[in-house]
Structures are given as C-alpha cells and as structure tokens.
C-alpha cells in the first residue's frame, strides 16, 4: 500500500542518504529532526493533580519538605525551650518565695519567743529586785523604829522614874505561882520609889526587897523558890529585838 508524502513522518521517510552518511549537515540535520528529551522532574506539577491551579505551579520537593519540617521541629523546639524557662522561672520564683516565707516567719517567730524570753528574766529580775528593795527598807524602818524606841524609853526612865513601878507589876505577874522566898531585886534609886508607892502590894505578898547596883535603873530580877524573871531593861529590849529578827543593842549608840 503506497504512503502519501504528507502522512510520512521523519521516522517513516527513507532516503538514501540514511545509510552511511555521515556528512556534518546530514547530521546537523538529523539532530534538529530528533525529538527533545523531557526534562528532570524538580517537582510534581499542581495541574498534573487536576486542582485548576495556574500553570508552572510546582509543589515542594522531599527535600524541601523535609528543610521544612527541620526548621518547623528546631522552631517549636526553640518556642518550648523558651516556654520551659519561663514557666521554671515561675515556679521556682514561687517555690522560692513560699520557703523564703516559711523560713522568714520561723525566724521572726524564733526572734520574739527570744525577745519575749528576755523580757521574763527582766520582769523576774525586776521583781526579785523589788522583792528585795522592799525587804531591805522593811529592815531598815524596823531598825530606826527600835532605835527611837530605845531613846524614848531611855529618856522616859529618866524623865519619869516611877514607871519602875509598872515594870515591877508586870515582871510579878508573870509568875504562874508565889513561892517563898519572892525577892525583888531593884536599883538603889528605884528600891526607895517602889517602897514608897507600892509597900502595901509587896507586903501582901511576902515580898523582900534587895538593893542591886549592878542592876540599871528602869529594872528588876524577881526570884522565887522555883522561878527567875528578868525584867532588866537590857534584857526585855533583847527579847523584843530577837522577836522581831533585829539587831539593835540596848547599849549601842
């Protein structure tokens, strides 16, 4: 069957000169006749997907999708890094904050159970002081109140020595029982008063009166058959001294 030239392609035309010509215009020739090869795929063309997009649109090759997934990891690494920080920063400032306290009011806490323990000893010092203030001035009140009373009852005794009497009185009643011989042993000057004013009381009694010098004026000894009362001045003022725990001597100054 014959071909028509015009359905002849360059694959299908023969010539001749196809066999061993090798003349650098029948190859010149021969390469512009030869179909160019396709080109190497860089990317999957978007119209090849049937997504309408415009032409030369190419989508990401694996190794751009791969830079790109690298750079989205470093990326969120990098913001959660940061993140971390912050948010460790945060914590450990209110960790921090919390123990700060804690140990801040332990030792305010300590500090005034300190304070409020010396403010104890000083009020219990205090109070010894006082204590002792009040004692020390007791004392010394009681010791100017014998010594005024042993002046005014030195000076009573001279002013008025009939008191004698009294003092005799009270030494005789003291006695639980009269036995014989009752003796009163008075001071010269003090026997003569107290025959005078109160002869008729000794008589009754059964009283001898005995002059002693040694004895002082403003006392007496009174000795019985079983008893002894002495009612010297000396000796009743350190009987009232010794009960009150003084120490005012009668013939001290």
Avoid at 49 to 68: F, I, K, Q, T
Avoid at 101 to 109: N, P, R, S
Avoid at 114 to 129: C, D, I, K, M, P
Avoid at 146 to 154: E, H, P
Wanted: charged share 20%; hydrophobic share 40%.
């Amino acid at each position: 069957m014959a071909i028509s030239k015009e359905q002849q392609s360059a694959y299908q035309r023969w010539e001749m000169a196809s066999f061993g010509d090798e003349r650098p215009s029948t190859l010149a020739r021969r390469a512009a006749e030869q179909p160019s090869p396709p080109p190497a795929p860089a990317g999957v063309s978007l119209n090849s997907l049937g997504l309408g997009l415009p032409p030369n649109v190419m989508l990401p090759s694996v190794e751009e999708l791969e830079a790109m997934r690298e750079a989205a990891r470093q990326e969120g690494f990098a913001q959660g890094l940061d993140e971390g920080r912050t948010q460790g920063h945060a914590e450990g400032h209110a960790e921090g904050h919390a123990e700060g306290f804690a140990a801040g009011g332990a030792e305010g806490e300590q500090a005034a159970m300190q304070e409020l323990e010396q403010l104890r000893t000083v009020a219990a010092s205090f109070g010894n002081a006082v204590a002792q203030a009040d004692e020390t001035i007791a004392k010394d009140v009681l010791d100017l109140a014998l010594r005024l009373a042993r002046g005014m009852v030195r000076t009573g005794l001279d002013v008025r020595p009939e008191l004698i009497m009294s003092v005799v009185r009270d030494a005789i009643n003291q006695l639980p029982i009269l036995q014989q011989p009752a003796l009163l042993m008075l001071n010269p000057q003090d026997a003569e008063l107290v025959r005078h004013g109160m002869a008729e009381e000794l008589a009754t009694g059964g009283w001898r009166i005995v002059e002693n010098g040694s004895i002082a004026r403003g006392g007496c000894r009174v000795e019985t058959a079983s008893n002894q009362i002495d009612a010297q001045v000396e000796a009743r003022w350190q009987r009232l001294t010794h009960a009150l725990a003084a120490n005012v001597d009668w013939l001290s100054p």
